[in-house]
């Protein structure tokens, strides 16, 4: 073997290596991502669920949920009163309609 054979079998073999370790360093790379993704999520969901817990204790927004319930009631209300107005006049029986048309009302 000739000193060039070797320095081209030696390259060669250290470029298929290189393009391996590549391939697994991307591999964990994506994997890693995903994996530190997905547990950044779930601290902030915790971290979020407590500060959340903590805040609803407060008196303040107690009073916010109260008034927030208070008006929601009234917009429940309204609605319902709103719901009677627009809704169409019952008609009239047709015994009722005969006794309107049989006795005029006085001008």
Do not use: C
């Not at 309204?78 to 809704?87: F, G, L, W």
């Amino acid at each position: 073997m000739t000193y060039e054979g070797f320095i081209t079998i030696l390259l060669t073999a250290l470029g298929v290596m290189l393009a391996l370790l590549a391939i697994v360093i991307g591999v964990a790379a994506i994997w890693g991502y995903q994996g530190i993704k997905e547990r950044a999520t779930e601290d902030a969901k915790k971290a979020a669920e407590e500060k959340l817990k903590e805040h609803i204790k407060s008196p303040e927004i107690k009073a916010l949920i109260e008034e927030h319930i208070r008006l929601r009631a009234t917009e429940v209300a309204k609605e319902m009163v709103q719901r009677r107005i627009d809704a169409p006049a019952p008609e009239q029986p047709a015994d009722a309609q005969n006794v309107a048309a049989q006795y005029p009302q006085e001008r």
